[in-house]
């Protein structure tokens, strides 16, 4: 045989080896160059395509291990409709993974579907029962499951060889080890990323530490502490601080971004530097790194952890500008260049150099900035908010988070990125565990269903996880400048229970609005002044929050923000979702009124079908802001919600046959 020949027979086996189709596989982030995102606990669902000629009985099953290990384990497969599979796995490790996908013909399952057709049909199935016998030899012959295998054989041996082998039981077996032909293998180990349950099901509250002391005065990481409990007993479990580092002097910023400051101000913390320090460091008036770790000790004493604001900002008084002056962006005169967002100026902030002229990263400030992360998870926190990620290179933030996540698995990476669709989701690929979202800007029944059926229903759910804040320091949403007390209230149940996690800037309990004219800029903002705020002032919302916050604690169909589904409510002005966990058969059903300022009576249906009921059925029903139990009769009801009494109702659905509890 010549060269030429042996090379086109070992081409032809390998093209023949591949018998089965293996198509359309769920989820792949762009053909496998990014990571899925998966949760420690949480079920993992991949799908895919898959069949192969004639019409036998083919056998399929999810493999995945450890990314740095050799050995695979195996999930079975099961087949859906128009040959799509789907298997659900559990990954209880934080930390990357890879999976694929082995299909096969089945022997066995062929076997068993075309003898239970001939013995159904009467006909003598000796033949049959004899391949069978052989299908399990094979089987033994393999060494695989073997005690169990023998004492099938055993079985068959002592007679009625047709019923043994049709024994469900011996079907479940063999359908486990049972001779698989023509095994095929997906070319492509995908990746996937698996977080702690924080990444994907978190509630984060926003301060700035100093505005924590007592009135007109400077709060320190001590005051902080003071507060914990206060933020606890509202449910969060992120308490989340705007930048505490050393503020520059240079050009600082005056009450409400004035271009001049007197002397009494204090500045924007995200004008980052002086001469006491930089971004690893603390601003002397909050105190000391000794206070910081304190305040981090404490807060896991309430179960709260501790997210830092990384705003790669650099003030003129930046320590690195002389230390390290090729660190920052020049103009063509050797003048170094502020930060910019035409026709805006950032004069108290300058801007780092990513890239070097030849295009080659600027490899000492990139090491720098992973060590000022690993700096600060060394001390506890592993959650951090990252201030505009979308003006920094993707490669940078990809070879950042990974890093760090070498070092610190659980660390968790919030992009605060208001920016462009393909942007933001690019952000959640390189590796961010949350992102900011359009939420602020979706008030009407239509924007809301477009933008929830996106996150939840689109590829983007793999990797892109929304944290829905209601509210930030930089943006005072004009809904929230019209609404009053009760469009604080919805959009706080919108966002908690729309989203995995939410998030609010403080302040937002107290219904605060006040804002700059025509601008969505607060009036008198904090990010350039204390601010001292009365926490029992009337017309507060914390009895909302708690109310969400426990139940996003207790009803296990609130964590999976991917199980969303919106149901019928007839009036635009109100929103009906529901969330329903099938694991525990946890439903939740919401009517939220999304007009702040007139009330609504409407009918809606009762998803009875999803329970496997007729419309005229009956359900059991808890109403989860009052606690009382009664019944639902049928599919169709009323209801009147208006915005000063009941803005929202919350119900739980319970199935038939189910306890209360």
């Given at each position: 045989?010549?060269?030429?020949?042996?090379?086109?027979?070992?081409?032809?086996?390998?093209?023949?080896?591949?018998?089965?189709?293996?198509?359309?596989?769920?989820?792949?982030?762009?053909?496998?160059?990014?990571?899925?995102?998966?949760?420690?606990?949480?079920?993992?669902?991949?799908?895919?395509?898959?069949?192969?000629?004639?019409?036998?009985?083919?056998?399929?099953?999810?493999?995945?291990?450890?990314?740095?290990?050799?050995?695979?384990?195996?999930?079975?497969?099961?087949?859906?409709?128009?040959?799509?599979?789907?298997?659900?796995?559990?990954?209880?490790?934080?930390?990357?993974?890879?999976?694929?996908?082995?299909?096969?013909?089945?022997?066995?399952?062929?076997?068993?579907?075309?003898?239970?057709?001939?013995?159904?049909?009467?006909?003598?199935?000796?033949?049959?029962?004899?391949?069978?016998?052989?299908?399990?030899?094979?089987?033994?012959?393999?060494?695989?499951?073997?005690?169990?295998?023998?004492?099938?054989?055993?079985?068959?041996?002592?007679?009625?060889?047709?019923?043994?082998?049709?024994?469900?039981?011996?079907?479940?077996?063999?359908?486990?080890?049972?001779?698989?032909?023509?095994?095929?293998?997906?070319?492509?180990?995908?990746?996937?990323?698996?977080?702690?349950?924080?990444?994907?099901?978190?509630?984060?509250?926003?301060?700035?530490?100093?505005?924590?002391?007592?009135?007109?005065?400077?709060?320190?990481?001590?005051?902080?502490?003071?507060?914990?409990?206060?933020?606890?007993?509202?449910?969060?479990?992120?308490?989340?601080?705007?930048?505490?580092?050393?503020?520059?002097?240079?050009?600082?910023?005056?009450?409400?971004?004035?271009?001049?400051?007197?002397?009494?101000?204090?500045?924007?913390?995200?004008?980052?530097?002086?001469?006491?320090?930089?971004?690893?460091?603390?601003?002397?008036?909050?105190?000391?790194?000794?206070?910081?770790?304190?305040?981090?000790?404490?807060?896991?004493?309430?179960?709260?952890?501790?997210?830092?604001?990384?705003?790669?900002?650099?003030?003129?008084?930046?320590?690195?500008?002389?230390?390290?002056?090729?660190w920052f962006e020049r103009r063509p005169d050797g003048?170094?260049?502020?930060?910019?967002?035409?026709?805006?100026?950032?004069?108290?902030?300058?801007?780092?150099?990513?890239?070097?002229?030849?295009?080659?990263?600027?490899?000492?400030?990139?090491?720098?900035?992973?060590?000022?992360?690993?700096?600060?998870?060394?001390?506890?926190?592993?959650?951090?908010?990252?201030?505009?990620?979308?003006?920094?290179?993707?490669?940078?933030?990809?070879?950042?988070?990974?890093?760090?996540?070498?070092?610190?698995?659980?660390?968790?990476?919030?992009?605060?990125?208001?920016?462009?669709?393909?942007?933001?989701?690019?952000?959640?690929?390189?590796?961010?565990?949350?992102?900011?979202?359009?939420?602020?800007?979706r008030n009407t029944k239509a924007e809301l269903t477009?933008?929830?059926?996106?996150?939840?229903?689109?590829?983007?759910?793999?990797?892109?996880?929304?944290?829905?804040?209601?509210?930030?320091?930089?943006?005072?949403?004009?809904?929230?400048?019209?609404?009053?007390?009760?469009?604080?209230?919805?959009?706080?149940?919108?966002?908690?229970?729309?989203?995995?996690?939410?998030?609010?800037?403080?302040?937002?309990?107290?219904?605060?609005?006040?804002?700059?004219?025509?601008?969505?800029?607060?009036?008198?903002?904090?990010?350039?002044q204390l601010r001292h705020r009365d926490f029992d002032?009337?017309?507060?919302?914390?009895?909302?929050?708690?109310?969400?916050?426990?139940?996003?604690?207790?009803?296990?169909?609130?964590?999976?923000?991917?199980?969303?589904?919106?149901?019928?409510?007839?009036?635009?002005?109100?929103?009906?979702?529901?969330?329903?966990?099938?694991?525990?058969?946890?439903?939740?059903?919401?009517?939220?009124?999304?007009?702040?300022?007139?009330?609504?009576?409407?009918?809606?249906?009762?998803?009875?079908?999803?329970?496997?009921?007729?419309?005229?059925?009956?359900?059991?029903?808890?109403?989860?802001?009052?606690?009382?139990?009664?019944?639902?009769?049928?599919?169709?009801?009323?209801?009147?919600?208006?915005?000063?009494?009941?803005?929202?109702?919350?119900?739980?659905?319970?199935?038939?046959?189910?306890?209360?509890?």
């Amino acid at each position: 045989m010549s060269v030429t020949d042996r090379s086109q027979r070992e081409s032809l086996a390998s093209l023949a080896a591949h018998r089965m189709a293996i198509e359309a596989v769920s989820p792949e982030v762009d053909a496998g160059r990014f990571a899925a995102k998966a949760v420690v606990g949480w079920p993992f669902e991949v799908t895919a395509d898959l069949f192969g000629d004639g019409h036998e009985v083919f056998g399929a099953a999810v493999l995945y291990r450890p990314a740095q290990a050799s050995d695979w384990t195996e999930v079975l497969m099961q087949p859906l409709t128009n040959d799509r599979w789907r298997a659900e796995l559990t990954v209880d490790e934080i930390g990357p993974y890879v999976y694929t996908i082995l299909a096969w013909r089945d022997v066995w399952g062929s076997w068993r579907r075309d003898t239970a057709k001939k013995i159904a049909a009467g006909q003598d199935v000796s033949v049959e029962v004899e391949e069978g016998r052989l299908i399990v030899a094979a089987a033994i012959a393999s060494d695989a499951d073997t005690k169990p295998l023998q004492d099938l054989r055993r079985a068959l041996k002592s007679g009625g060889a047709s019923d043994v082998l049709m024994r469900e039981e011996t079907d479940a077996l063999m359908s486990r080890v049972g001779p698989r032909a023509n095994k095929t293998l997906y070319p492509h180990d995908l990746p996937l990323w698996v977080d702690r349950e924080r990444a994907a099901f978190s509630a984060w509250y926003e301060l700035f530490p100093r505005s924590t002391g007592s009135e007109g005065q400077h709060g320190t990481f001590r005051t902080v502490i003071d507060r914990l409990p206060y933020v606890r007993d509202l449910g969060f479990d992120v308490l989340y601080f705007p930048p505490i580092h050393p503020i520059g002097t240079t050009n600082r910023k005056g009450r409400n971004n004035t271009l001049r400051a007197d002397p009494e101000d204090i500045g924007s913390p995200y004008a980052i530097g002086s001469p006491d320090g930089g971004n690893s460091d603390v601003h002397p008036d909050l105190g000391t790194l000794d206070d910081f770790d304190a305040l981090v000790a404490a807060a896991a004493e309430h179960d709260l952890e501790i997210a830092l604001d990384i705003a790669l900002n650099a003030s003129p008084d930046h320590p690195w500008i002389t230390e390290h002056p090729d660190w920052f962006e020049r103009r063509p005169d050797g003048t170094i260049k502020y930060a910019e967002n035409p026709p805006k100026k950032y004069e108290d902030i300058v801007n780092f150099r990513y890239y070097l002229d030849d295009g080659k990263p600027n490899a000492p400030f990139w090491e720098a900035i992973r060590d000022m992360f690993v700096f600060w998870a060394g001390r506890g926190v592993l959650c951090f908010r990252v201030d505009n990620p979308h003006t920094k290179p993707f490669p940078f933030w990809e070879w950042i988070i990974a890093e760090v996540r070498s070092l610190f698995p659980g660390a968790i990476f919030l992009s605060e990125a208001f920016t462009r669709p393909k942007v933001m989701k690019r952000l959640a690929k390189v590796g961010f565990n949350q992102s900011y979202s359009y939420y602020t800007w979706r008030n009407t029944k239509a924007e809301l269903t477009e933008y929830l059926t996106e996150l939840t229903q689109e590829e983007c759910r793999h990797y892109m996880r929304p944290n829905f804040f209601v509210n930030t320091p930089d943006i005072n949403p004009v809904f929230l400048q019209t609404s009053g007390r009760p469009g604080f209230r919805t959009r706080a149940i919108l966002a908690a229970s729309l989203s995995g996690s939410w998030g609010l800037y403080s302040g937002f309990e107290l219904c605060e609005a006040a804002s700059l004219p025509g601008r969505e800029e607060y009036l008198d903002s904090e990010k350039y002044q204390l601010r001292h705020r009365d926490f029992d002032a009337p017309g507060n919302i914390k009895d909302d929050i708690r109310l969400i916050n426990r139940h996003r604690r207790e009803q296990p169909a609130l964590r999976d923000f991917t199980n969303l589904a919106f149901e019928v409510a007839h009036d635009e002005r109100v929103l009906a979702y529901s969330r329903h966990d099938p694991a525990t058969g946890n439903f939740i059903l919401f009517h939220v009124l999304i007009d702040p300022h007139v009330g609504a009576e409407f009918s809606f249906e009762v998803p009875l079908w999803k329970f496997g009921l007729v419309d005229e059925a009956s359900v059991e029903v808890q109403d989860l802001i009052h606690g009382n139990y009664f019944t639902w009769h049928g599919k169709h009801h009323h209801l009147a919600l208006d915005p000063i009494n009941r803005p929202y109702a919350i119900w739980r659905l319970i199935a038939p046959g189910s306890a209360r509890t």
